[in-house]
């Protein structure tokens, strides 16, 4: 082989060595930047994996946070609510005790108010406690003590004092007055004279009891005896025993008043 040849060809060689040598080292790097960047993509998926896993951890811990309240975990968030729900409880049964206590005051203030505005006194019912009454000579009484302190009350109504037949009426129970005495039993008599004109009338008559004086009406509209609306009273007479109305006589003849009075009277003590 002659030297031309044989330099030529240990040029080739090297070319060919320092060709090749490059590319194995361009084929080794390929790999090791590949490695680089699958480590690097590795790392971000491990980063994101454990985000996730990080979110997911706080889903988890609010689903058990959730599930601790709705009274299973640890037990204390139950408990609370169990207390919650007796307070609850108890505070509703106080309503209820306190609405019970309220409804039976307003059915006696009911009962009560019931008892004040009653338009007419019947048989059975009882004086209402709130009557206040002027007498002859001034003087008041509240009607229902002075039943209950009289036992036996006779009240008899006239129209107008210093008339003849009421004259005979008030008279009539004048002289049957000590008997009615006798048999525990008090009498007044009623109409809506006024004071003067009432005490004038006793004290001509020398009446042995005291006389109402119902100017505005008003006991003599609950006893269910005005002649009208506006005036006038028709005679009558009522009798109380311990308060409550025994007899209701409404529209009599003044004779008649104090003889059937007397006779009611006497058939209580049999």
């Known amino acids: 082989m002659s030297a031309v040849r044989r330099s030529s060809r240990v040029a080739a060689m090297k ?4 060709y090749t040598g490059k590319k194995i080292l361009k084929t080794k790097s390929v790999p090791k930047t590949t490695t ?4 690097v993509a590795k790392g971000k998926g491990r980063k994101k994996e454990s985000e996730v896993i990080e979110v997911d951890g706080e889903k988890e811990g609010l689903k058990s ?6 009274g299973s975990v640890n037990g204390e968030p139950a408990l609370k609510k169990v207390v919650k729900s007796k307070s609850r409880s108890a505070k509703k049964e106080e309503a209820v005790v306190i609405e019970d206590s309220e409804e039976e005051e307003e059915e006696v ?4 108010e019931e008892e004040e505005v009653k338009s007419e ?7 209402p406690s709130n009557i206040e009454l002027t ?3 001034s003087s008041k009484i509240n009607l229902k003590e002075f039943a209950k302190k009289a036992g036996i009350l006779i009240i008899f109504a006239y129209p107008k004092a210093s008339t003849p037949g009421c004259t005979r009426q008030a008279n009539g129970f004048r002289d049957e007055y000590k008997e009615l005495k006798g048999l525990k039993a008090e009498v007044l008599g009623l109409s809506n004279d006024n004071e003067k004109s009432q005490l004038n009338f006793k004290n001509k008559h020398e009446l042995p009891y005291h006389l109402i004086c119902d100017v505005k009406r008003e006991l003599i509209k609950l006893f269910g005896c005005p002649k009208t609306a506006v005036s006038g009273t028709i005679r009558s007479h009522f009798i109380f025993v311990n308060g409550v109305l025994k007899v209701k006589e409404i529209k009599i003849s003044p004779e008649n008043s104090f003889n059937k009075v007397l006779e009611f009277v006497k058939s209580l003590k049999k």
Do not use: M, N, Y
């Open 15 to 18: 070319d060919e060595i320092d």
């Open 36 to 39: 680089k960047k699958a480590s």
């Open 65 to 70: 946070k959730k599930r601790g309240r709705r």
């Open 109 to 112: 203030e009911e009962e009560e």
């Open 121 to 127: 006194l019947e048989v059975g019912d009882s004086i």
């Open 135 to 137: 007498l002859e000579d």
